[in-house]
Nanobody, 120 residues
């Protein structure tokens, strides 16, 4: 059973940057496609980004394309999300999860999430 723990969230002004991390406790992290979905209270879940198990391919939702970068260090079992040029509408609880696809239902083993707040 994969367990995921996100960190790195916080409050930042619009235009700023944050890097989220996700530590995975699984023996074969390098075997899994991983993604970052997000959800705020009262809002629907959204898919943000995905990286394949090799790290060779990445995919992004249109609203983060060019601003966010997903990466992984499979030797350390860590998934990252570098977020640049943040906007107030990026305020959300960000999760890491195992899977691949462009909808949140494509993912499982969600972590507890890390809150990102962007102020204008």
């Amino acid at each position: 059973q994969m367990q995921l723990v996100e960190s790195g969230g916080g409050s930042v002004q619009a235009g700023g940057s944050l890097e989220l991390s996700c530590a995975a406790s699984v023996r074969t992290f390098s075997d899994f496609n991983m993604g970052w979905p997000r959800q705020a209270p009262g809002k629907e879940r959204e898919w943000v980004a995905t990286i394949t198990w090799t790290g060779g391919s990445t995919f992004y939702a249109a609203f983060v394309e060019g601003r966010f970068t997903i990466s992984r260090d499979s030797d350390k079992n860590i998934l990252y999300l570098q977020m640049n040029n943040l906007k107030p509408e990026d305020t959300d609880n960000y999760y890491c999860a195992e899977g691949i696809g462009d909808t949140p239902k494509d993912y499982e083993h969600w972590g507890q999430g890390t809150q990102v707040t962007v102020t204008s």
